[in-house]
Nanobody, 131 residues
């Protein structure tokens, strides 16, 4: 099983980026995909979660209304999980990770630490938002 994030980079405040998470070795429809981020000196926090089974989504309070998670299942192409990020702020600067878990998002985000016990992790992609 492998998760690979892409799409990170440097963007000015107010700009947009779209992150992608390509998965291999498992069926997207069987897992929920969480997006997490970790800024220097801070704990890893859940940004978003999308349950592949029913498409339901969760967003952290700091990104609601600005970030959108989706599963891209175009025919004859690699299935990816995407995170569209708009109106980016310097506080959004972090390494962003995608992770997969067999549980539904409601169970994942109810954990005391949602990042605990995710089944699979990508290596992360850095997003830097400049002023």
């Amino acid at each position: 099983v492998q998760l690979v994030e892409s799409g990170g980079g440097v963007v000015q405040a107010g700009g947009s980026l779209t992150l992608s998470c390509a998965a291999s070795g498992f069926r997207f429809e069987d897992y929920s995909i969480g997006w997490f981020r970790q800024a220097p000196g801070k704990e890893r926090e859940v940004v978003s979660c999308i349950s592949s089974g029913d498409g339901s989504t969760f967003y952290g309070d700091s990104v609601k209304g600005r970030f959108t998670a989706a599963i891209n299942a175009a025919p004859k192409s690699t299935v990816t999980a995407n995170l569209e990020m708009h109106s980016l702020k310097p506080d959004d600067t972090a390494v962003y990770y995608c992770a997969a878990d067999y549980l539904h998002c409601t169970a994942i985000v109810d954990r005391p630490k949602p990042s605990d016990h995710m089944d699979y992790w990508g290596k992360g992609t850095l997003v830097t938002v400049s002023t």
